[in-house]
């Protein structure tokens, strides 16, 4: 299958600084990326939708200004986590799809971040 | 309310058991549907995905999706203890822009 790769698999950083977590679709064009938060023995939650080239789409209650989402070419994203608290320590998922309707979102192998 | 359910279990199996996991959805005209399997600290991955009434097997899994009751399960034969993990539904629902909806998930532990 397609091959989605999440760099860095772990990450722990200092309250207050930055986080950069990048998803690239190896062997095909994402037209679209996903990016999911997952806490401990939950399910996976949307927190926003990009499309190559245009503005992502946030979900309900996921601030914008903190997590700073770019999709700038049709195999990268990047989510930012800016200015992290210990909260926002969380299992970070995205996922990435082609061109097709009926294509499944294959998902990258997850960041695990610790705020300290 | 959820837009899609999984019982959480946990569901306990003996090895070479079948084991049976359900999924209930609310919106009517989805059309896209996944299971995916998820070990601790792991990111999903794809099992099955079926996109029309009735059964698809792919080795020991078999999906089945029931439109009109608005369910779909995912049976796993022969169990082995390498199947424990958490099992999650997804469904991707009509006008979301294909954004996948996850259900809660349901942990699976197949005993030796």
């Known amino acids: 299958g397609a091959v989605v790769s999440q760099h860095p698999s772990w990450v722990i950083c200092k309250s207050g600084t930055s986080v950069k977590i990048e998803c690239r679709s190896l062997d095909f064009q994402a037209t679209t990326m996903f990016w999911y938060r997952q806490f401990p023995k939950q399910s996976l939650m949307l927190m926003a939708t990009s499309n190559e080239g245009s503005k992502a789409t946030y979900e309900q209650g996921v601030e914008k200004d903190k997590f700073l989402i770019n999709h700038a070419s049709l195999t990268l994203s990047t989510l930012t986590v800016t200015s992290a608290h210990p909260e926002d320590s969380s299992f970070y998922i995205c996922s990435a799809e082609g061109r097709s309707r009926n294509t499944e979102a294959f998902f990258g192998q997850g960041t695990r971040l610790t705020v300290v | ?112």
């Open chain 2, 1 to 112: 309310q959820k837009e899609v359910e999984q019982n959480s279990g946990p569901l306990s199996v003996p090895e070479g058991a079948i084991a049976s996991l359900n999924c209930t959805y609310s919106d009517r005209v989805s059309q896209s549907f996944f299971w995916y399997r998820q070990y601790s600290g792991k990111s999903p991955e794809l099992i099955m995905s079926i996109y029309s009434n009735g059964d698809k097997e792919d080795g020991r899994f078999t999906a089945q999706l029931n439109k009109a009751s608005q369910y779909v399960s995912l049976l796993i034969r022969d169990s082995q203890p390498s199947d424990s993990a958490t099992y999650l539904c997804a469904v991707i629902s009509s006008g979301s822009a294909r954004q996948l909806t996850f259900g809660s998930g349901t942990q699976l532990t197949v005993l030796p």
